[in-house]
C-alpha cells in the first residue's frame, strides 16, 4: 500500500478550519503532520487539534518530511507561497484563485510540470459529480441545441475587515468570486471562450472591485451571462437554456456534502427534476490533489484542472481590461 502524502498547512484560515481541513483528515491517502500560522501559538494551537508540528512557513517548506503544502493565505499572497514551495520540492495543493495575474499563474504550472510535481487548484466545486451529470445531459441532447448560459456566485458584504477588501493582498469580487461562473463557463462550455464585455463595480475607498456583470461567447457561439459580488443575497447557482430545455442547478458551487443535488429541467409542458446522491467536494478534491501527488491518479485530470485554471486566469485579465467600472452609487468611473 502506497504511504499517505505528508502536508504541511501554510496558514491557519477561516477555510481551513471549516472546510478543507476536517474533509482532508477523511482522505486516508493525506495526512496533516505540520501546520503553520504566522503567531506560532496560534499554529501550536491548531496543530495540537490535529497531533501535527506547528511551525513557521519557511520551516515547512524546509523540512524534509513534508511531501507538500496546502495554500491557503490571501489570494494576493498564493503566488509567493506556491513557487516557493514548488521551488522547494514540494507538491502544491493551493487555495482558488491560484494566483492574482495570468502570466504568474502560466509560470506556477510551467514551474511543477518542470520539477515533475502536482499543482492543483483548490477548485472544489469542478470535482461535483453534479456537473458530469450535467454535462452527460447537455452531450446526450436533453436540452437541444446548446442557446445560452448564465451562473451567478454572490455573497452578502464581508466584515470590514475582510482580506477581501484590501487591494495589497489581492482582495477582490472578480479574483474571490467571480471566478467561479467564469470557471464554470469553461467546464460546461469549453476552451476557447472570449469576453464580450463587462461591467465592474468599484468600492473607490477600498481600491477594489465588489461585483460585476461578465458577457462571454464560447467557441460555438454560445453566450454566457456572468454576475458575481460581495453586495448580493446569497446565491450560488447556473443556468443552461436549449432550443428544447433549460435545466438549472441550485448550490451549483457550494454544494454541502449532505445535499442531495437537484436538477431541474423544464419543458414548455412539464418539469423534470433529477435527484442526485450527496458529494462532498471538498474531500474529492483533496482527494485527488493526493492521488496526483502519489502517482496514482490520472495524469490527464491534472494536465486538464490547470488548463482550465489556466483559461480562467486570462479571463480575468481579459475582464480586467474590457470592463466599463462603476462607482457604488452608480457612477460611471
Ligand atoms: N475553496 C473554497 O471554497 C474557498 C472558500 C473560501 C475561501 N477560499 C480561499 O481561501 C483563501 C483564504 O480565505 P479565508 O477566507 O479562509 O481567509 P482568512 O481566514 O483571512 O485566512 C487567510 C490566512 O492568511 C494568512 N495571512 C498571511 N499573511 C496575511 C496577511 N498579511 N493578512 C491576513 N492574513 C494573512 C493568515 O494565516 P496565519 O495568520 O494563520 O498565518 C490567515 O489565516 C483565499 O484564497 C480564498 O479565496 C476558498
Known sequence: MTRALRLGLIGVSSIARRRTVPAIRTVGSLAIT???????ERAKEFAGKLDADAMTYDEILASPDIDAV??????????????????????????????????HTDELIALAAERGLTLHENFMFVHHPQHARVRELVDGGRLGELR????????????PEDVRYRADLGGGALVDVGVYPLRSARLLLGDGLTVAGATLTIDTGRGVDVGGHVLLVSRSGVSASLEFGFRHSYRSRYRLWGSSAALS???????????????????????????????DQFAIAASRFADAALGTGDPALTAELNASTADTAHLVEAVLSKAIRIDESGGRL
Open 34 to 40: 505540520a501546520c503553520a500560522a504566522r503567531d506560532l
Open 148 to 159: 445560452g448560459f448564465a451562473a451567478s456566485f454572490g455573497i452578502p458584504p464581508l466584515p
Open 70 to 103: 496546502y495554500v491557503s493565505l490571501p489570494n494576493g499572497l498564493h503566488h509567493e507561497w506556491a513557487r516557493r514551495a514548488l521551488l522547494a520540492g514540494k507538491h502544491v495543493f493551493c487555495e482558488k484563485p491560484l494566483t492574482t495575474k495570468a502570466a
Open 249 to 279: 442547478l441550485d448550490r451549483a458551487f457550494t454544494p454541502p456534502a449532505t445535499r442531495q443535488p437537484v436538477l431541474r429541467i423544464e419543458e414548455q409542458d412539464h418539469v423534470e427534476e433529477i435527484s442526485l446522491p450527496p458529494a
